[in-house]
């Protein structure tokens, strides 16, 4: 279906309009481009199951994403009955992939206001927690962490109401109170696709961002007949018709395009950029995606199946224990049995076993490599998911713990500015719409917030508690040390 026509493509205040053609264009190159890389990033992510039949005696009735990469091997599929072999699939990208985002968003982490006048920061913190959590809170932040983690990058728009959006232009309409509660249900935080979005950035500068275009066709609810019938007595099967939905979001709009008619515009006046937050798994320069995980393991992840379906092939013709008769004219139709017993004068005759799942050390050596490939190149070891194998040592103590997963605790560290980056431009674009409407007057500097995120590791009471003990005596607030242990009442998490 080709890209939809929007009939008249805004533009930001002083930048020239964006064209139709541009758009068509960028859409078009996304489709080509960026699109094939990311189903393949997903599939080796997600490992689908496609249902191919009812299951037999010889065959599964399913096959997953991973076996397409299987190499052929003599004696895979029978020339007439067409059946595959035993395939092994084994997904290491999916759960080192959960893993990075329990360590990252495992636990809700803190928002907190930088703005100098102590009540307007209690405002600004309560508003903040009443949008995130109206958004989807902690579950929100992991879902963007998941596209990212995947994709490279994934980004967050802000969502406004009509009449907010509205306030932004012009302030004599009838204001909003800046009630908290009042505030969620006009402001939300929407998670984008990086699947479905294509952004256009400025020829100059990488950094800014010009416009993001959402392209996806969709199924409605409305039924065409899919063809025409064959004979009288014959009717057409039904369908659902497919539309283009195109959104072009702006520095001053965000507007709503269904097979190149306008369907829903609403313009607003927040900041010179548009609204949306852009969040980077790991930073690269010069480029506005960042880097994902599943790209660099996908040729570990081939070559370890691979090698898992050979070992199940060759222990399959190996299991069962064979034997080989010489010398006995008389045991046509014998049968092999404990307890019994061959005779013979043949001096020449032997019976002699073969068969059975023999020892391969250089097999085993090469899947052990390819998983130690895997855990250098993501960072994450077997234990942060939980694996504890005989090699770790002595974890009796935090520091050994951490030593053990040091490349998963840097690695954590360095995603917190990425990923913090993001959180923050999101809360100053939810500031920055509010004072636009004149609900919570702030200026730049009052909107800007400090995150406290919590330790990823088991933390150890008695340890928290000393720690909590020396800064007391360094004179922190008894607030403070309270919302620290889990007892502020006044300031509530921002994610559940």
Known sequence: MPPTQPSTPPHA??????????????????????????????????????????????????????EATLPFRSGDDDPDTRLRRQSVIEND???????MIDFIFGKPLTIRSQAADPHLRARIDAILHAVWDHSGGLALMQDCALLAHVFG??????????????????????RLTPDPHDCARHIRLELIDPRRAAPILDDRDYRRLRALILHTTRETNDIIA?????SPSFAAAPSRRRAATTEVITADSWRIFEDGR?????????????????????????EHAGLGEVEPLIPLQDELNARLTDRASRVTMQ???????????????????PGRLWITDNPDAAVEPFGGDASS????????????AMDKISGVPPLASGVVQAKVGNLSSANALRITLMSVLSKTARKRITYGRGIAHACELILAALSAADILPTS???????????????EDIRERLLTLDAKARFGAPNEQLLAELGHGSDEPEPAR
């Not at 481009?33 to 599964?60: H, Q």
């Open 13 to 66: 205040p002083g930048e020239p309009p964006i064209s139709r053609a541009l758009i068509n264009l960028v859409i078009d190159e996304h489709r080509r481009r960026a699109l094939p890389r990311y189903n393949l990033f997903w599939s080796y992510y997600r490992n689908a199951m496609e249902v191919t039949g009812r299951a037999g005696a010889r065959t599964r009735p399913y096959r997953l994403a991973h």
């Open 93 to 99: 990208i999916a759960w080192r992939i959960h893993a």
């Open 153 to 174: 990058h994934a980004s967050l728009g802000l969502r406004l109401s009509d009449h907010l959006a509205a306030l932004t232009l012009d302030q004599r309409r009838p």
């Open 226 to 230: 899919d063809g025409a019938s064959l």
């Open 262 to 286: 306008a369907v829903s515009s609403q313009f607003f006046h927040i900041a010179d950029a548009p609204p949306v937050a852009h969040f980077q798994n790991i930073a690269q320069p010069f």
């Open 319 to 337: 299991t069962f224990k064979m034997f080989l008769v010489k010398g006995f004219d008389s045991l046509n139709n014998a049968s092999v049995g």
């Open 361 to 372: 050390p250089s097999e085993d050596r090469h899947l052990a490599d390819i998983r130690d």
């Open 444 to 458: 730049p500097q009052d909107r800007r917030v400090r995150l406290l995120w919590p330790d990823p590791l088991p």
